[in-house]
């Protein structure tokens, strides 16, 4: 059984590290359900916190690596989980530490994402996304929103086409901020991610195109890319950034690498 002084289900959150802590029972069920687990399955859970979700992932009979910045924090999960088998402790920053030093591949990866390092956290995700084979992570919803944006809305962005010719994603639903304490004033969102092969974006020089494309949303892309592509991509370039699909950033991807 757990000790109430160890892990107080109402505990300070530290704003510093963008805690704010999953207590709604019903919620917890729902991200575990998502991220569709097996026993025995490996898992590296990013952020913890108090534990409450790391519960519920250990109920599912997978093997947990919990990743837990907060020193505090580590001491409370350490105590509270100290005879469970299938749970290991990382401490440190997710930012710091490559998936491939936690656990052996093939694994999947779960989270309530710190809101101040989520997109961080993304594209961190995205350079090793050979690792995993899916991801069922929350983020603010302003950024899942970002992140899910198909062409011609006012959402869509550079970390858009990023994360779309990384993965195959999906928008599981919203959590309002009552689930969390302390309560945060915004919603958040259960996005799943299924990764795709390597492919022309993770190249850095064609994601510099696609950021530079988007550097003025207001401006057509002939004035954000001068000089980077031609006519030959078969790309009308009085077009905006926001309103080419993957396939069309393909495109003036391949044009720019034949100048």
């Known amino acids: 059984m757990s000790n109430p002084r160890q892990v107080p289900p109402h505990g300070a959150a530290k704003r510093r590290f963008g805690q704010n802590f999953l207590v709604d029972p019903g919620i917890l069920a729902r991200i575990v359900k998502a991220a569709r687990l097996t026993s025995g399955e490996r898992v590296i859970e990013i952020g913890p916190g108090r534990g409450a979700l790391t519960r519920e992932l250990i109920h599912s009979g997978a093997e947990i690596w919990a990743v837990e910045i907060d020193r505090d924090l580590q001491a409370d999960l350490a105590n509270e989980f100290a005879e469970e088998e299938g749970f290991h402790l990382v401490g440190g920053d997710i930012l710091q530490t490559r998936l491939a030093d ?57 970390l858009s086409v990023i994360a779309q010719a990384a993965f195959e994603i999906t928008k599981g639903f919203d959590i309002g901020p009552g689930a969390f304490r302390p309560q945060p004033k915004i919603w958040s969102s259960v996005v799943r991610l299924i990764p795709k092969e390597q492919n022309i974006f993770d190249r850095v020089e064609v994601r510099e195109l696609v950021s530079k494309g988007f550097s003025q949303r207001r401006k057509m892309l002939r004035n954000n890319l001068t000089g980077l592509v031609g006519q030959a991509s078969g790309i009308d370039l009085s077009r905006r950034a926001e309103s080419l699909s993957l396939d069309e950033w393909q495109a003036l991807a391949e044009n720019a690498e034949r100048l």
């Open 102 to 158: 936690i656990t052996t591949a093939p694994f999947k990866v779960v989270g309530n994402l710190p809101y101040n390092i989520s997109t961080v956290i993304l594209e961190r995700l995205i350079s090793e996304r050979e690792l995993f084979t899916d991801a069922v992570l929350m983020f603010q919803r302003e950024v899942a929103d970002r992140i899910l944006a198909r062409e011609n809305t006012p959402d869509r962005g550079f």
